[in-house]
């Protein structure tokens, strides 16, 4: 899916924080990457571009198409081709993992065929394929309750690579993972995205990952873009800035990049 935003902005009910107006395009099968410190917007910004907010300001195109505008059926089957990945899935917490993936896709099913599969799950190969991919095939049958953080968060994303989203938004999306499963996970995410074409923009702490798996990096500061470069043209001194914090004094290390992955 393609996105345009223009002049949007965004300001929370009875706050002034938010987005500053911004113009924003994204490619159709794009990948960027959001990086910023705490209480940027960088959430605020993606639930705009899923459709979970309205914009106080400007306009918002997806598919050259204006959400807020369309019928209540129209943005609901607009909605039907997003995919959100959480920082903690919103999953029952008694919900198997199998019905859970599965879940991704009950608004492309008909009614039948979604109650049929509430009673008896009908795709067993595709969401342990997906599971495969992601290093947690023994999980399939259990229950969500029973998952570590990070094994949720690779459910979450499991689920929205089965839906097959054309757009997928994902908010810290490996945050409860340690470095080396992040990587994988991420790397996986990408690679899946892009088999698809779908659009990525996934919002990133981690700015090694940010850097080495995006292409696009977008720098978020108090609401405000403070940059938005191909990954390699991102400097030290952009990112010290970026995640400059007066308040604290100087915890700013000379070099941001905190955890070292290697580039495979
Ligand atoms: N529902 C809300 N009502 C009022 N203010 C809000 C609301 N949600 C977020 N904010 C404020 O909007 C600003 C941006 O928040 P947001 O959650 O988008 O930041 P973030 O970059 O995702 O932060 P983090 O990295 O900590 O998750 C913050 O100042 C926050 O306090």
Sequence with gaps: MQLQLTGMGFTHAGSRAGLAPLDLTIAHGEHVAIIGPSGAGKTTLLRLLGCQLKPT?????????APWQLSARGLRELRSRIGLIHQQPPL????????????????????????????????????RRILTQLDISEKLFERCDQLSGGQLQRVGIARVLYQQAQLILADEPVSAMDPHLAQHTLRTLTEQARKHSA????????????????????????????????????????????YANERLGSPVPSNPTVIHIPRC
């Design 92 to 127: 029952p917490p008694r919900q198997r993992v199998i019905s859970a993936i599965g879940a991704g896709r009950l608004g492309q099913w008909s009614l039948l065929h979604s109650l049929r599969n509430w009673f008896s799950p009908q795709d067993l190969d595709g969401p």
């Design 57 to 65: 300001q400007g306009q918002y195109l997806l598919d050259a198409q």
């Design 199 to 242: 659009t990525l923009v996934a919002s990133l702490h981690n700015v090694d990952l940010a850097l080495s798996l995006f292409p696009r990096v977008i720098g978020l500061r108090d609401g405000v873009v403070a940059f938005d470069l191909p990954s390699n043209e991102v400097s030290p001194a952009q990112l010290k800035a970026l």
